[in-house]
């Protein structure tokens, strides 16, 4: 039934859902295919250190994460196409995706395509993105060595990433919009006490200032409404995520903010069509529960497959 490009289980995303649903699938003997989309390993291999993922006492690179995750699922028969899924036809099964490389078709679908960065939205963010302004301190870090910072959002994100980036910086000040931080007890500690950490809170961005490279900040208190101009090399910008489902609207059932719909079983309201991590997650985007997203997916999809092979002999 199966052959390269009609599948059992086509998994679009890979990573730490998608990786671990190609996991379970291929030890299913599902022969799953993973469509990797952007990025390899997900957001969680643009993490420089990733220390909350059980079994790592010491941490582990998010980029070598990724590769573990990766390894363990083709080592039981998963195949990792580097292939980017850009339409979805769930109305008759096989269901079809359209991918870059052509048509893929299967009989069950699980879908971790991840978020993505949320933008400030202010002027100069676009024109100024890679040239100072960034999402990303493990891929950019580097290049602010000995420099001015600027980090925004007063999340988990915001301060692991803030401090990351004080191996480089010569300061980096973490812009939070509010008077209270949204980050965990032991983040806000390790920033608080470090040297190179500034605090501004009560504070919104208007502007990113510069013509070929950033080189200052406008911003606005919320409070006195005061406007000031702040000089900086970078900006890094942690405000959160939005999930990468656009494919899937209008085809499957989502949150008003984009979430795709699943109940306890990770089903969506398409029979054999799965979601797992960050695009069905508003929760918890941690790199376990999306892990343990994909698994409970492929472990579901198994279930069904099972049951429709049944249905199909006994007619
Ligand atoms: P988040 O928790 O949603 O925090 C986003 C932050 O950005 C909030 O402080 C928010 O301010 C601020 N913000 C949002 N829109 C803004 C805007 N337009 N202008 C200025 N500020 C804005 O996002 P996150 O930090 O990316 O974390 C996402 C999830 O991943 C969370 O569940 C987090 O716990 C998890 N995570 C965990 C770890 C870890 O465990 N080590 C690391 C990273 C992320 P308000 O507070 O005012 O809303």
């Avoid at 109305?91 to 893929?104: F, I, L, Q, W």
């Avoid at 899937?248 to 089903?267: A, C, H, R, T």
Wanted: aromatic share 8%; glycine share 10%; hydrophobic share 40%.
């Amino acid at each position: 039934m199966t052959d390269n490009r009609h599948v059992k289980v086509l998994i679009l995303g890979a990573g730490p859902a998608g990786l671990s649903a190609a996991l379970y699938a291929a030890r299913a003997e599902l022969a799953p295919v993973v469509l990797t989309g952007m990025q390899l390993g997900g957001q969680a291999a643009l993490t420089h250190t990733i220390e909350n993922y059980p079994g790592f006492p010491e941490g582990v690179g998010g980029a070598q994460l990724g590769e573990l995750f990766q390894k363990q699922a083709e080592h039981f028969g998963a195949r990792v196409e580097f292939d980017m899924a850009h339409e979805v036809d769930f109305s008759h099964r096989p269901y079809k995706v359209t991918a870059d490389s052509g048509e893929y078709f299967a009989e069950s679908i699980i879908i971790t395509t991840g978020a993505s960065p949320v933008h400030l939205n202010v002027p100069g963010e676009v024109e100024l993105t890679g040239r100072g302004v960034s999402y990303c301190a493990t891929c950019d870090g580097w290049f602010f060595k000995d420099k001015k910072v600027v980090v925004v959002g007063g999340g988990d994100s915001a301060f692991e990433e803030g401090l990351f980036i004080t191996r480089y910086a010569s300061s980096v000040t973490l812009i939070h919009r509010r008077d209270e931080y949204r980050a965990g007890a032991i983040l806000q500690k390790r920033a608080k006490e470090h040297p190179k950490m500034n605090f501004i809170m009560n504070t919104v961005i208007t502007e990113a200032v510069g013509s070929d490279k950033l080189t200052a900040l406008k911003l606005k208190n919320v409070v006195t409404g005061e406007e000031s101009s702040f000089e900086t090399d970078g900006l890094f910008i942690f405000i959160g995520h939005t999930p990468n489902t656009q494919m899937f609207q209008g085809k499957l059932e989502m949150s008003d903010l984009g979430y795709i719909k699943v109940n306890d079983k990770m089903e969506t309201n398409i029979p054999g069509v799965y979601a797992a991590g960050e695009a069905a997650d508003p929760h918890f985007r941690q790199v376990v529960t999306s892990a343990g997203m994909g698994a409970a997916a492929a472990i579901q999809a198994t279930r069904y497959l099972e049951s429709q092979e049944a249905e199909s002999v006994h007619g």
